[in-house]
């Protein structure tokens, strides 16, 4: 299993203004820091137990058979290789290995609960929807 520094499309720029708050999400650093702690808690959880939210693969992966689609799970859970690189918010939301010659993708989006909008709080489960998808780099 080979790790992939790819930023996973992150593209957001912390925007902190004078006063230490955050302009995007109008919180103090120190709360922000919480905020992040919180969503990167949650999404482990989804991500090594399977618990708190969906998981769904796409054709490519369940096309791999049983044996190889469990092992492809099991190295997400294992996962632990994040950095600046690929999780730049600390997010433990998105990453790529490659298992068996295969560069696999994975990545957790934040819905409300009707999973038609962004959640209006990734932190908060009450209000956000979790979807774990699993995909083979050439089905991206």
């Known amino acids: 299993m080979n790790r992939n520094d790819s930023n996973c499309g992150h593209t957001r720029e912390q925007n902190i203004n004078n006063n230490g708050v955050n302009?995007?999400?109008?919180?103090?650093?120190?709360?922000?820091?919480?905020?992040?702690?919180?969503?990167?808690?949650?999404?482990d959880r989804l991500r090594k137990a399977g618990r708190?939210?969906?998981?769904?693969?796409t054709n490519g992966i369940a096309?791999?058979?049983?044996?190889?689609?469990?092992?492809?799970?099991?190295?997400?859970?294992?996962?632990?290789?994040?950095?600046?690189?690929?999780?730049?918010?600390g997010e433990h939301d998105c990453a790529s290995l490659e298992l068996d010659g295969i560069r696999i993708l994975w990545k957790i989006d934040y819905y409300d609960r009707d999973r038609q909008f962004h959640s209006p709080d990734p932190s908060d489960p009450k209000v956000t929807v979790?979807?774990?998808?699993?995909?083979?780099?050439?089905e991206y």
Request: charged letters at 25%.
């Open 23 to 43: 302009i995007e999400t109008e919180l103090p650093a120190g709360e922000e820091q919480q905020t992040k702690a919180r969503i990167r808690e949650l999404n």
């Open 52 to 57: 708190g939210g969906i998981v769904l693969m």
């Open 63 to 89: 096309a791999l058979g049983l044996e190889r689609v469990n092992a492809v799970f099991a190295a997400i859970a294992q996962f632990d290789a994040f950095s600046p690189d690929n999780d730049p918010w």
């Open 130 to 138: 979790r979807i774990l998808t699993v995909m083979r780099s050439d």
